[in-house]
């Protein structure tokens, strides 16, 4: 393959390798996760050219013969003066290393300066404007962003986007449940932030479900290709395609990849339907609370035994879908006010 007997300069020359320093995509980031892996031996040249790329910064402007040819000579002779020092000192000729890949860099591009960001200087970044859509309780909603992307939030649910996206990221941050159809973009990845969860996607549908209450988190794939990572660690990562689910337990620490999932029994509630498949008190009790937005008051748990399953169509009243459980899961009910005593 082309890369494999690629040095840390070679990596840094390559303009697809640069591309995805600078410009990472969804289909980029898998292409190097899964080069990496089959080729370990080569993790310390890629992640020595990732921070060579990242140190620099290109303007357009033509930078005469002559003075690339005096920076050659004179990183040459640092390099020289520093040669008997590799063997006692392998930082220094780190160090010299960097230099030289930095220098092809330039010559290689021939058009541009290099500019080298000083720390501490501040770098002037450009206002957003967020929108924060807040669904309450018993309620749905259904927006479509600047960039025809259309999102249809569950009940409870919070959307923050900006007004206006870059013009290089479309992100986004999700607290609940959403269904994303994203409209393509190969230059624009779409990211989505929630509960501890990325989801990177260039152009798909699938679904999110990410409340502060619940013990999981999950992104199923509808059409398309996802790639999804924990917030806290960004090297791991798994690629979902249609009918797989990512879940991460927050209580755990741990995540696993379903495969053939009931994506119709998932994307339910989109279509106004509740689907309860095995499901014990505590998500039978959540989930009744964000649809009908009630309290529940349990002085008698349910009897779900090994797990309750039931379909309830669209605008089936509280009482109505009370009145059908209440034989099957042991329970009798008062509904006032908005609260429901279970006894």
């Excluded at 031996?41 to 140190?55: F, K």
């Excluded at 696993?256 to 509740?274: M, P, T, V």
Aim: aromatic share 10%; net charge negative; hydrophobic share 40%.
């Amino acid at each position: 393959m082309k890369y494999n007997n690629y040095s840390a300069e070679d990596f840094a020359l390559d303009d697809a390798f640069r591309v995805h320093v600078l410009h990472p995509n969804a289909e980029s980031e898998v292409f190097w996760e899964e080069w990496i892996a089959d080729n370990p031996d080569c993790v310390e040249e890629v992640e020595l050219a990732r921070q060579m790329v990242l140190s620099i910064q290109f303007t357009e402007v033509l930078v005469p013969e002559e003075k690339i040819d005096a920076v050659v000579q004179r990183i040459n002779q640092a390099i020289d003066s520093e040669q008997p020092q590799r063997k006692k000192n392998g930082y220094v000729f780190w160090v010299s290393r960097v230099a030289a890949a930095i220098l092809l860099v330039v010559i290689s591009v021939l058009s541009y300066q290099l500019v080298i960001d000083k720390q501490g200087v501040d770098l002037m970044t450009e206002q957003v404007t967020y929108v924060t859509k807040e669904v309450p309780l018993g309620q749905k909603s259904t927006l479509t962003l600047g960039d025809g992307t259309k999102v249809k939030l569950n009940s409870g649910s919070t959307f923050r986007f900006p007004e206006t996206f870059s013009d290089t990221l479309r992100e986004v941050y999700l607290t609940g449940e959403a269904f994303f159809d994203v409209a393509k973009n190969p230059n624009k990845p779409f990211v989505i932030h929630s509960q501890g969860v990325e989801t990177r996607v260039l152009g798909t549908s699938f679904n999110i479900s990410a409340y502060p209450t619940s013990e999981n988190v999950s992104v199923a794939v509808a059409t398309g290709k996802v790639k999804v990572k924990l917030s806290e660690n960004k090297k791991r990562s798994e690629v979902l395609i249609p009918n797989q689910m990512f879940v991460y337990q927050k209580s755990k620490g741990r995540t696993f990849k379903a495969e053939d999932i009931n994506l119709a029994d998932l994307l339910a509630w989109k279509d106004k339907r509740i689907v309860f498949n095995k499901s014990l008190h505590d998500e039978i009790i959540e989930t009744l609370e964000r649809w009908y937005g009630v309290t529940f008051v349990v002085n008698k748990k349910l009897e779900t035994g090994t797990g309750y399953t039931a379909q309830f169509q669209p605008n089936k009243s509280l009482k109505a879908t009370l009145e059908c459980m209440k034989y099957s899961l042991g329970f009798e009910y008062k509904l006032e006010n908005n609260i429901v005593t279970l006894n």
